[in-house]
């Protein structure tokens, strides 16, 4: 069973925003400059913002973020963020892999932006939705 996508857009604002309330100022998360001369595509999101809008995403389906008993990623591939008004966006699909007797529902996460994987090994663990 396949849960609804959802979609997140990123801006460099919300970088900034990001920045701000994480204390994490790395100037790959706000310079071109930086950023390409130490081998990226250009300013990338933080790891952790783009792991938290899938939470975001799981939280959702799970109905309650109390819901959410187990939830990890590994990072495959930066978000790159252009500098214009539209950024970027983050889909975010699951496939229920499992129903467990004592009420629980194990999920495979899928994170894509431009249609590459930006994640892998996403998988959550959510108390069965009544």
Known sequence: MELPTQTF????????RYA????????????????????????????????????????????????????????????AVPDDDQGTEIEVSAVVKELTEDGLTRLDVTATCLGEKVLSQARATIRTPR
């Not at 990123?10 to 900034?16: C, I, P, S, W």
């Not at 959702?60 to 495959?76: N, Q």
């Open 20 to 79: 701000g309330a994480s204390g994490d100022f790395n100037p790959i998360h706000w310079s071109d400059r930086i950023a390409t001369k130490v081998g990226l595509p250009g300013v990338i999101a933080h790891g952790m913002f783009t792991m938290a809008l899938v939470g975001r995403a799981v939280t959702r389906w799970a109905g309650a973020p109390d819901a959410v008993v187990d939830f990890g990623v590994r990072f495959t591939r930066p978000v």
């Open 9 to 16: 857009r990123v801006t460099r604002a919300d970088l900034v």
